[in-house]
């Protein structure tokens, strides 16, 4: 059975945990508990008849990636950060410094490791706007566009602003 490994990385507060735990128990919850150590779930999942065991780690919002394993070492000991099958970027459309944070990260990240073979997905949430923002065809399609020029995908887009 192949064991999967994934990261949740994002600015705090964007959503990443209620994201991990729909995906794991079909749950969501409004309250805000902020994460403060990493928390790991394995979930399976069969698809085209192929069994994977998943490991998500849902950790704290983390400053930087680590460079190097010295500094995954001293800084971040045992996330694993750095040796992640695939990574998910979450930011939350109605703050763009957390698309910031995301965009720095994969900066980081590109730095750190060969990230060719490395799925990246960058996931988008509306937090602070009650799920009802008003947002324009324009800033959608330039968000859209900074993705793409990021070699990333959108894989949930709000139907808020679809
Ligand atoms: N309106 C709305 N609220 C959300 C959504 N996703 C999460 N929330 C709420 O936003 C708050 C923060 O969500 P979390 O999942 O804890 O965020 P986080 O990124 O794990 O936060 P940290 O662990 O502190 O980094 C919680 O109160 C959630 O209920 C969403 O899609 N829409
Ligand atoms: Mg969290």
Do not use: C
Not at 71 to 90: D, I, K, Q
Not at 116 to 137: E, F, G
Not at 139 to 146: D, E, F, P, Q, S
């Amino acid at each position: 059975m192949d064991l999967v490994k994934v990261i949740i990385l994002g600015a705090p507060g964007v959503g990443k945990t209620s994201i991990v735990q729909q995906f794991v128990w079909n749950d969501f919850s409004e309250e805000y508990l902020a994460t403060e150590e990493k928390h790991t779930y394995y979930p399976s999942v069969i698809i085209n008849d192929h069994l994977y065991e998943l490991k998500i780690s849902d950790l704290p919002a983390i400053p930087y990636f680590p460079a190097n394993s010295f500094y995954e070492w001293t800084e971040y000991r045992f996330y694993g950060l750095r040796s992640a099958t695939a990574y998910v970027l979450v930011f939350d459309l109605t703050n763009v410094d957390t698309f910031q944070y995301i965009r720095t990260l994969r900066e980081q990240m590109a730095e750190s490791r060969d990230m060719r073979t490395v799925p990246l997905l960058v996931v988008t949430s509306i937090i602070s706007s009650n799920n009802r923002p008003k947002y324009s065809n324009h800033l959608k399609n330039r968000i859209v566009a900074k993705i793409s020029d990021h070699g990333s995908e959108i894989t949930k887009w709000p139907s808020a602003v679809a």
